[in-house]
């Protein structure tokens, strides 16, 4: 197996109005945005990989998604199915960090191996423990999510990462980016051009890097667990990673909906593109 990956995101989601002050800070005047929602397919020979998998909201799915109402959804598995890609074929998942929309469907793929830093998986057994009036911190976590990776870890599918790590799989490299979690994760992976960085939830949106305002300063979430101090950091260690040149960057939540990237499929009005 060669350490080049073929890469698609896969689009499944979209939010309604969503202020985009609920999301970045300083961004009082900016209006609202229908907020897509991503995962990642990454190919090579047999192995197909997933950075995150996306949330269910199906008559047999935990129902924890619909208390954020967003009324445009597909399921994960079908825009896989699209490509030809069947849930049980995914070897691998790597996931970002834990909230809903994220680690939602990993039920859906139970041949899969796991990657999570192990800051991310352990504070949330912890957080999720305590007193309710900590449920702030949990909001967005879906305990079957939680139960789902026990469950794998039982079995020996899940591996904790504790850091940057190269070669989690060759070719695909963990760096931790922690703010928005405790223990968030982004992710390099080698690609025919060159090496791209999916970011998670270290990023909304490519103005955070010089400011809402372009004033040069980094924008912090305003939806995040983590401290400030934190997502800042991550904000300049992902610049770094792509050397400030931002084609090299996959946003999930891109609200340009990745554009300039071939559309290889639109399903429903959810695009699959090719990054890579």
């Known amino acids: ?23 970045i800070s300083g961004m009082y005047d900016a209006g609202a945005v229908d907020l897509p929602f991503s995962f990642v397919l990454a190919m090579n020979g047999d192995r197909k990989v997933l950075i995150d998998t996306g949330f269910m909201q ?11 109402g967003i009324p445009d959804w597909i399921s994960p598995v079908r825009m896989l199915g699209e490509i030809g890609v069947n849930a049980e074929a995914i070897t691998d998942v790597v996931i970002t ?6 680690m939602g469907s990993i039920a859906e793929f139970p041949n899969a ?9 352990l504070t949330w057994y912890e957080a999720i423990a305590l007193p309710k009036r900590f449920g702030y911190l949990t909001n967005i976590i879906d305990p079957d999510n939680l139960r789902t990776a026990l469950e794998a870890s039982i079995q020996h599918r899940v591996t904790l990462i504790d850091g940057d790590k190269d070669d989690i799989l060759p070719g695909i490299h963990a760096r931790i980016g922690k703010g928005h979690t405790p ?15 999916i970011s998670g939830d270290c990023v909304y949106s490519r103005q955070q890097f010089a400011g809402v305002n372009s ?12 401290c400030i101090w934190d997502q800042l950091n991550t904000l300049d260690k992902v610049e770094a990673e792509i050397d ?15 554009e300039g990237l071939p559309v290889v499929k639109e399903v429903e009005g959810f695009k699959i593109v090719r990054a890579g």
């Open 1 to 23: 197996m060669s350490n080049t990956w073929e890469l698609f995101v896969i689009e499944y989601a979209r939010s309604k109005q969503q202020p985009w002050v609920d999301l």
């Open 244 to 258: 400030h040149d931002q084609s090299k960057l996959i946003v999930l939540h891109d609200n340009d909906r990745w």
């Open 58 to 68: 199906d008559e047999n799915s935990s129902g924890f998604s619909l208390k954020f």
């Open 215 to 226: 004033e040069g300063v980094h924008a912090p979430l305003n939806n995040a667990t983590g």
């Open 97 to 102: 960090h834990a909230h809903f929309d994220h």
């Open 183 to 197: 223990g968030h994760q982004f992710v390099v992976i080698e690609t025919a051009r060159g090496r791209l960085v």
């Open 113 to 121: 191996n796991i990657f999570i830093q192990k800051s991310e998986l």
